[in-house]
Structures are given as structure tokens and as C-alpha cells.
């Protein structure tokens, strides 16, 4: 995972400042050493490195220090706060035109960066948002390109306009709007051919596109593994055609990630999305905050929380609360849950996106399969006796051992564990409900 190395090493920094009581200025700028070194590492561009840590250094030194937090905790969060800052603050969204108004994006960037699949997963995200949007190959240079977009836009639903290889960009943009006029699209996505390297043709071919149809956003792609280059390649782009914003692929991989802090910083303009895998759906909004705070060790706890809210069905969630007050819960409930935290992404993904956790991981063999084994166990159960395990006797337990192909003691397992937190549960309910107050001390 991108950010792994920089994450450690500046928990490391950390770790030791939150251990001292007072901070001396050689402390600070000791730390921030360690800090500067770590962002280069990372290849974070190096003005920018230079500028950050001497925003951190004076907000730092001469600081008054919060009464609530220690001086650890306040360089912490002073590096924080500006590496929310280096990101751009706010979360950018692409600007779209309201109604059924066009609203006409390029996208461009180099052969490979991800264009083509980054296109598609845009067009994929615009009509969840409810919007029609139509997707058109200028590629004429490779046939597979134009072949990709169709293939990647049927999966995705969305109409894919093309005219072959026969006629110039230009006027398959000017006539992918009019057919989008026509047939009540209202998001035209372009997408433009791309070169190896920058090169004189392309950023012409994208200018005549610019200077000669409304272009309301152009929107760079580049990959995330190529480091520095990503930045060099979103400054020129930036300077000879003018882009909006920048889509930074690949960080799903095991790239520095120095990209992710630079762009902004070198370019003015934001990064939109990040690109988290090959599949369609692998595309997540850029929220510098989050992504400093994954950076800095703190996990992503709000992207954990988007995704939690995005596939947990809250009446479900709601019933069970309420089983669990009544410490009514059974392996249907949990056998539901288990399948709640598989749609999230499995244990690893979740895990990796705690505070504290994330860095320490990738040493860590989660066993994902102790929890096939755990469903394989409950799936052997009758319908009667996942709703009510009391009648599990020895002689069920052995069949259901037989059924998951696992041998009785862990069935006696599960089944202690599971009487474990049901008594729990009731302990708990009780106390929340005033019944344990003079033992448990609520
Ligand atoms: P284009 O030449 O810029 O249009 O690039 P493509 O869309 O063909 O993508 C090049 C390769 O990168 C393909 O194998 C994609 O599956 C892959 N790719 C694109 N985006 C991502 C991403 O966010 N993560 C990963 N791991 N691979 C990606």
C-alpha cells in the first residue's frame, strides 16, 4: 500500500516527541529533520518538502502550547494541518453543469497512466449521481483504445460514441456533443489519445480540441508509480494546455506516493479522485484530510465510516442493535455480520484503515480463512438450530463438524465464543438499563 514506508517513519518521529514533557527548539528541528528526510524518501518534490517543513517550523517554535495537548501532540498536529494544506483543504468535486446543460471533460494524459480505465469508472460514478453521460473514443491513434472504451463502457452501462480512426479528434468531439444534444446525454467524456512521453502532436491535438470546442473540464490522469514524473508531467500539462484537475492513478500499488503530496502544491491545481485498482469500481474521491491522516498513521477512519454506510443496510443494522439489547442475537445475526465485513472489503482492508494499524500490517498474515472456516461451520447448522443454539448437543455438534469438514473442537469453539458474547450482551443491556448499577458502576 502506497504511504506504508512514510507512515512508519514518521509514527517513528513521532513516537518519540509524544514521550517528552517539554519540547526545546533542538527537539523540534531535530524531528523535523527526520521528517524532511522521510518526505524525500517518499519523493515528495523537494521545493515543496522545503516549504512544508518550514510552515511547520515557525507555527512549531513560538508556539503556545494548547493546554489540552502535549508539545509531541502539537507538532503532530501541526504537521498534520499542513499536510492538509499542501493537499488542497477542501475536497474537490468536478464541476458539472445543473440540469440537462452539457457538461464537456477531456481527459488526457500519457499512454499507460490510465486514461482510458479512469474514463470509464468517471462515467461510471456520474450516472450513480444520476447523471446520463456519454463517453467518446478520440483515441485514432489504437484501435485497442477505442476497442477498451467500448468494452469498459458496456460494463459500466454507458453509451459509447465513436467514428473509427478515420477522422480528426476534433471533429468527433464537435460531433459527440451534437449527438449528445440530441439524444439527452448531458456529460460528454473525451477520451483523448496519449503518447509514451509528452510530445509536440499530442498537447497540439489537445489544444485544437480546447481552442475549438467548449471545454468546460480538462481533467489529467497520471500514475502514481511514476513519482516525480507524475508531478513534472501535471506541471506541464498544466502550463501548455490548462488543466482543472489531476486524477492520480495506481496508488493502490506499492508506490512512495510522494505525488499525492506534491501535485497540488507544484501545480495549484487539485487532485479530484485516486485511482485504488483495476477494477471499474476502483476510483475513490480525494479528501486531503483522510489521506493525511493515512499518511500519518492515524488510518482513515472516515473512509472506513463512507464504506460502512455505503453497504451496511440500516434497518438491518437497526434490528440487530436491538437483538443485541435483548441479547437475542443468533448465528443468523452472525453469519450477517460476517458477510457485512466481507462486502466492506474483508478483515485486512478494515484493519489497515484503524489508527495504529494500518503501518503495522503488512508484517501481520491475517487469516481470512479462520473466517470461511467460522462461516463454513455455521452454514452446516439447520435453520432451527442457528436460531436457537441452546439445542446444540454433542451429537449435532458432530454432524455439523462432518458438514464443515473441520473437527469437532472447533465447532465447541465457536459455539463457547458465541455463548461468551451473547452473556455479555445481556450484561451489558442490563447495565444499560440501570439494572447493573451498583455493580458495574455505570
Ligand atoms: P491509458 O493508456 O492511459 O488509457 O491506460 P489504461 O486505461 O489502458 O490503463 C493502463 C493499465 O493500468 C491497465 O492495465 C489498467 O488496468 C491499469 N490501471 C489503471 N488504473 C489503475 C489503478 O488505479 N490501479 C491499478 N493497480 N491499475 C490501474
Same mark, same amino acid.
Given at each position: 500500500?502506497?504511504?506504508?514506508?512514510?507512515?512508519?517513519?514518521?509514527?517513528?518521529?513521532?513516537?518519540?516527541?509524544?514521550?517528552?514533557?517539554?519540547? *526545546?527548539?533542538?527537539?523540534?528541528?531535530?524531528?523535523?529533520?527526520?521528517?524532511?528526510?522521510?518526505?524525500?524518501?517518499?519523493?515528495?518534490?523537494?521545493?515543496?518538502?522545503?516549504?512544508?517543513?518550514?510552515?511547520?517550523?515557525?507555527?512549531?517554535?513560538?508556539?503556545?502550547?494548547?493546554?489540552?495537548?502535549? &508539545?509531541?501532540?502539537?507538532?503532530?498536529?501541526?504537521?498534520?494541518?499542513?499536510?492538509?494544506?499542501?493537499?488542497?483543504?477542501?475536497?474537490?468535486?468536478?464541476?458539472?453543469?445543473?440540469?440537462?446543460?452539457?457538461?464537456?471533460?477531456?481527459?488526457?494524459?500519457?499512454?499507460?497512466?490510465?486514461?482510458?480505465?479512469?474514463?470509464?469508472?468517471?462515467?461510471?460514478?456520474?450516472?450513480?449521481?444520476?447523471?446520463?453521460?456519454?463517453?467518446?473514443?478520440?483515441?485514432?491513434?489504437?484501435?485497442?483504445?477505442?476497442?477498451?472504451?467500448?468494452?469498459?463502457? $458496456?460494463?459500466?452501462?454507458?453509451?459509447?460514441?465513436?467514428?473509427?480512426?478515420?477522422?480528426?479528434?476534433?471533429?468527433?468531439?464537435?460531433?459527440?456533443?451534437?449527438?449528445?444534444?440530441?439524444?439527452?446525454?448531458?456529460?460528454?467524456?473525451?477520451?483523448?489519445?496519449?503518447?509514451?512521453?509528452?510530445? $509536440?502532436?499530442?498537447?497540439?491535438?489537445?489544444? $485544437?480540441?480546447?481552442?475549438?470546442?467548449?471545454?468546460?473540464?480538462?481533467?489529467?490522469?497520471?500514475?502514481?508509480?511514476?513519482?516525480?514524473?507524475?508531478?513534472?508531467?501535471?506541471?506541464?500539462?498544466?502550463?501548455?494546455?490548462?488543466?482543472?484537475?489531476?486524477?492520480?492513478?495506481?496508488?493502490?500499488?506499492?508506490?512512495?506516493?510522494?505525488?499525492?503530496?506534491?501535485?497540488?502544491?507544484?501545480?495549484?491545481? &487539485?487532485?479530484?479522485?485516486?485511482?485504488?485498482?483495476?477494477?471499474?469500481?476502483?476510483?475513490?474521491?480525494?479528501? &486531503?484530510?483522510?489521506?493525511?491522516?493515512?499518511?500519518?498513521? %492515524?488510518?482513515?477512519?472516515?473512509?472506513?465510516?463512507?464504506?460502512?454506510?455505503?453497504?451496511?443496510?440500516?434497518?438491518?443494522?437497526?434490528?440487530?442493535?436491538?437483538?443485541?439489547?435483548?441479547?437475542?442475537?443468533?448465528?443468523?445475526?452472525?453469519?450477517?455480520?460476517?458477510?457485512?465485513?466481507?462486502?466492506?472489503?474483508?478483515?485486512?482492508?478494515?484493519?489497515?484503515?484503524?489508527?495504529?494499524?494500518? *503501518?503495522?500490517?503488512?508484517?501481520?498474515?491475517?487469516?481470512?480463512?479462520?473466517?470461511?472456516?467460522?462461516?463454513?461451520?455455521?452454514?452446516?447448522?439447520?435453520?432451527?438450530?442457528?436460531?436457537?443454539?441452546?439445542?446444540?448437543? &454433542?451429537?449435532?455438534?458432530?454432524?455439523?463438524?462432518?458438514?464443515?469438514?473441520?473437527?469437532? *473442537? $472447533?465447532?465447541?469453539?465457536?459455539?463457547?465464543?458465541?455463548?461468551?458474547?451473547?452473556?455479555?450482551?445481556?450484561? %451489558?443491556?442490563?447495565?444499560?438499563?440501570?439494572?447493573?448499577?451498583?455493580?458495574?458502576?455505570?
Amino acid at each position: 500500500m502506497a504511504f506504508d514506508n512514510l507512515s512508519e517513519k514518521l509514527q517513528n518521529v513521532f513516537k518519540n516527541l509524544r514521550g517528552k514533557g517539554r519540547l *526545546s527548539e533542538a527537539d523540534v528541528k531535530a524531528a523535523l529533520k527526520e521528517v524532511k528526510m522521510a518526505l524525500l524518501e517518499a519523493d515528495v518534490n523537494f521545493k515543496v518538502v522545503k516549504n512544508f517543513i518550514k510552515s511547520v517550523e515557525e507555527r512549531a517554535i513560538g508556539q503556545d502550547v494548547m493546554s489540552s495537548l502535549t &508539545p509531541g501532540q502539537m507538532v503532530i498536529k501541526i504537521v498534520n494541518e499542513e499536510m492538509v494544506k499542501l493537499m488542497g483543504d477542501q475536497t474537490t468535486e468536478i464541476a458539472l453543469k445543473s440540469g440537462n446543460e452539457i457538461t464537456v471533460i477531456m481527459m488526457c494524459g500519457l499512454q499507460g497512466a490510465g486514461k482510458t480505465t479512469t474514463t470509464a469508472k468517471i462515467a461510471g460514478k456520474l450516472k450513480s449521481k444520476g447523471k446520463k453521460p456519454l463517453l467518446v473514443a478520440c483515441d485514432i491513434y489504437r484501435p485497442a483504445a477505442i476497442k477498451q472504451l467500448q468494452v469498459n463502457g $458496456e460494463k459500466q452501462g454507458v453509451n459509447v460514441f465513436s467514428m473509427g480512426d478515420g477522422h480528426k479528434p476534433v471533429n468527433i468531439a464537435k460531433a459527440a456533443i451534437e449527438h449528445a444534444a440530441k439524444n439527452g446525454f448531458n456529460v460528454v467524456i473525451l477520451d483523448t489519445a496519449g503518447r509514451l512521453h509528452i510530445d $509536440e502532436e499530442m498537447m497540439e491535438e489537445l489544444i $485544437e480540441i480546447k481552442t475549438n470546442v467548449e471545454i468546460h473540464q480538462a481533467i489529467l490522469v497520471v500514475d502514481a508509480m511514476t513519482g516525480q514524473d507524475a508531478v513534472n508531467v501535471s506541471e506541464m500539462f498544466n502550463e501548455k494546455i490548462g488543466i482543472d484537475g489531476v486524477i492520480l492513478t495506481k496508488l493502490d500499488g506499492d508506490t512512495r506516493g510522494g505525488a499525492a503530496l506534491s501535485i497540488r502544491a507544484v501545480t495549484g491545481r &487539485p487532485i479530484l479522485y485516486v485511482g485504488m485498482g483495476e477494477k471499474l469500481s476502483d476510483l475513490e474521491q480525494f479528501y &486531503p484530510d483522510r489521506m493525511a491522516s493515512r499518511i500519518l498513521g %492515524m488510518g482513515d477512519i472516515l473512509t472506513l465510516i463512507d464504506k460502512a454506510q455505503a453497504e451496511i443496510d440500516e434497518d438491518k443494522a437497526k434490528e440487530l442493535e436491538k437483538k443485541m439489547r435483548k441479547a437475542e442475537f443468533d448465528f443468523n445475526d452472525f453469519l450477517d455480520q460476517m458477510q457485512q465485513i466481507k462486502k466492506m472489503g474483508g478483515l485486512t482492508d478494515i484493519l489497515s484503515m484503524m489508527p495504529g494499524v494500518g *503501518s503495522q500490517l503488512k508484517n501481520v498474515d491475517i487469516d481470512e480463512n479462520a473466517m470461511s472456516g467460522v462461516e463454513a461451520i455455521i452454514y452446516s447448522m439447520t435453520k432451527e438450530e442457528r436460531s436457537n443454539p441452546n439445542i446444540l448437543n &454433542p451429537s449435532r455438534k458432530k454432524r455439523i463438524a462432518a458438514g464443515a469438514g473441520v473437527d469437532i *473442537s $472447533e465447532v465447541n469453539k465457536l459455539v463457547k465464543q458465541f455463548e461468551n458474547s451473547r452473556k455479555m450482551m445481556k450484561q %451489558m443491556s442490563g447495565m444499560m438499563s440501570g439494572k447493573g448499577k451498583k455493580r458495574g458502576g455505570f
